[in-house]
């Protein structure tokens, strides 16, 4: 199969359902009992302490976190297993690699985007309190980018990605007030939130990890007098390949990688393999940690007098 290897397909279902929502979704764990949990996302899904889960609602379940990746967050089984495997180099395609699709991994959950909120009032307060600056909200509400969701009571900010023929493939979600995020069902996270340069020949991106460092990137350039739609911005949800190989197949102009990801351990090794990786393809690959701060957003707040270099990191 394009993309990994037989020996990545192995450890990817090595990963247990518990350890990748403890590392990856923690906020989505919910105890309800000794030894069983359910997620906020779907009360009907139980999992044990065991390893095993069950989707009572929809009668199915499985073993890892490679089952849970595929049939309840509608990854393809290639993204699920580059995100299980993302401490591993992505392998260069081959067309020499004929693997059949593995049985059940056709059974997804479709994708539909939040339904929205009669305004966004709450998001821009929320998103204006981090620093991000108004031409860059107005031009991703506009584009339907970004938007307000209430979820009993609760405001959210999503964050949608698109695919190649601006059909929506992948919602975000932030809430307007406390630490909760996480995927929409069904999100395919290589079309992950993306904002467009305003010129189809723009020949760079700048990758971040969240939408939130995005939407600061394309602040700091506001703020320094440039012109901030001269590149394209590109979240990856994480730290995986899935959302970049897939810009890139999307736009084969661009020749040149800003890597924005975080200041911390993670972030650094992350950027350090993804320069290697896009390097020996022929990109030019920046990498640009944030000069202060943990990430861009830590860093724009900073350079606005918003938060004080001495504050703990978030």
Known sequence: MNGITKEQIEQARR?????????YEPQELVKVGRSEYTTRTHDSLRISENGKWNWCSRGFGGTNALNYLVRVKGLSFVSAVQQL?????????????????PPNSQTLIPFSEPVQDRNNVAALRYLRGRGIRDPVLNYCIEQGLLYQTDHKGYKNCVFIGRDGAGKSQYACVRGCSGGWRGDVAGSQKQFAFRIPARGPDASRVEVYEAPIDALSGASLRILAGRDWRTVHYLALGGLNYMALDQFLADHPQVKTLQLCLDNDQRGRAFAKKLAGIYGERGYTVRDLPP???????????LRLGMKHELEPER
């Open 85 to 101: 495997c993302e401490d591993i180099p992505a392998p260069a395609a081959s067309a020499s690699q004929t693997w059949e699709r």
């Open 15 to 23: 990963v247990g359902i518990l350890a990748y929502m403890r590392a």
């Open 291 to 301: 000069p202060k701060g943990k990430d861009y957003n830590d860093y724009l707040q």
